[in-house]
């Protein structure tokens, strides 16, 4: 939905189902509505607040969880936790404004890395325009943590929720890439070629959204942190539909590619941490404008499905025949999809 409405009480959030989002739902519930300037509240990838629109949203990443400190260096793992957080901003079409960025480091390690991790949240945030605006720094008996903080403007901001049936399912990129590299560095192989890149400098597609909701006009958007699968669910529980994908369709990342089809499909779907955008728009819309995008930003947009009625997310076959998908993105209370 490009204008929106008035979010309403903060337990209507409408996430997918899993665990993760069943605590979620649990904070949201019973609290005070939400003031009439606050446009969009929980449930979506950003808030917006405030006159023309204020994106804020927060995104936390923990050693041990989301990087292991011996896959990266200091400055890319600032970068990544800074672009995580900022794609969060690409999602609903915001303009960045800047970050906040509170961290928690060992003390004996503090001079040297906290200057290093920040010089990576700060490289990231300025390439997309934005700048440092504050945070907070504190001692840690353990991990590093690094949690960013993200402001922007978003007059319309493109919301989970305004998808339409018969609309056309669209993802930006390649999907896969950085999850080839997490299962490469688990079972202690070699990554391949390209998915080191994709891990450590996601590129969050802050000016792409931007045109494309300028030139496109997507009736919703998400952007894929925790993989196609999951990610597509919340649109589809966000907008009252189905979401139907065709496997043949789904643009794999070359270091995600295995002999089996199946396989490839299942790590291209569930492994998150791309950062890719998955937008919804009305059948033609989008088509027109793909070259004109690749030659803007050298990052495909494809077609990938389209929306139908019922909910979930299903596979869908050149007849219109539907399977149960059955595979989940990633959950933090679960594990791995
Ligand atoms: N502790 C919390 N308190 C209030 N709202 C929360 C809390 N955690 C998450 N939310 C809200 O729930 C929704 C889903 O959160 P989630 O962290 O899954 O966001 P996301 O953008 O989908 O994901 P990701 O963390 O994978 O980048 C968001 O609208 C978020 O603001
Ligand atoms: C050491 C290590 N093990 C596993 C993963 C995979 N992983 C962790 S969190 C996440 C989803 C996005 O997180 P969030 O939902 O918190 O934004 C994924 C796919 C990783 N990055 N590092
Ligand atoms: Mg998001």
Do not use: K
Not at 11 to 29: W, Y
Not at 135 to 150: E, N, Q, Y
Not at 206 to 228: K, Y
Not at 263 to 281: K, N, P, Q, S
Request: with cysteine; glycine share 12%.
């Amino acid at each position: 939905m490009r204008d929106s409405r008035p979010p309403g009480r903060a337990a209507a959030a409408p996430l997918a189902p899993g665990p993760e989002f069943d605590l979620i739902r649990g904070f949201l519930a019973g609290g005070s509505a939400v003031r009439p300037d606050v446009r969009v509240g929980p449930g979506d990838d950003c808030a917006v607040v405030a006159g023309d629109g204020i994106a804020l949203s927060t995104d936390m990443s923990v050693e041990g969880v989301h990087f292991r400190r011996e896959w990266l260096s200091p400055a890319e793992i600032g970068w990544r936790a800074a672009a995580a957080a900022l794609s969060d901003l690409a999602a609903v079409a915001a303009r960045p404004i800047g970050i906040l960025v509170s961290l928690a480091v060992p003390a004996e390690e503090a001079d040297a890395l906290a200057p290093a991790l920040m010089a990576g949240c700060r490289e990231a945030v300025e390439s997309v325009g934005g700048t440092l605006l504050g945070g907070d720094l504190t001692r840690s008996p353990g991990p590093v943590v690094i949690d960013v903080t993200v402001v922007g403007e978003a007059p319309n901001p493109v919301l989970r929720s305004g998808a339409r049936m018969g609309d056309e399912v669209w993802v930006t990129g390649q999907l896969g890439g950085a999850a080839a590299f997490v299962s490469a560095m688990l079972a202690g192989e070699e990554p391949r070629r390209g998915a080191r890149e994709r891990f450590a400098r996601p590129l969050p597609r802050v000016r792409e959204a931007r045109w494309l909701a300028e030139r496109v006009g997507p009736t919703a958007m998400i952007d894929l942190s925790d993989g196609l699968a999951g990610d597509a669910a919340h649109i589809a529980a966000a907008s009252g539909l189905a979401v139907l994908l065709v496997p043949e369709l789904l643009p794999v990342h070359p270091a995600a590619r295995s002999r089996s089809r199946p396989r490839t499909v299942r790590a291209a779907l569930t492994g998150g941490e791309d950062y890719e955008l998955c937008l919804t728009a009305p059948t033609g819309a989008v088509a027109p404008h793909a070259d004109a995008f690749h030659a803007a930003f050298g990052v495909a947009l494809t077609c990938v499905g389209r929306t139908g009625g019922g909910d979930g997310v299903w596979w869908v076959d050149a007849e219109g025949h539907r399977t149960p998908m059955e595979l989940g993105g990633w959950q933090h209370f679960r594990g791995e999809a």
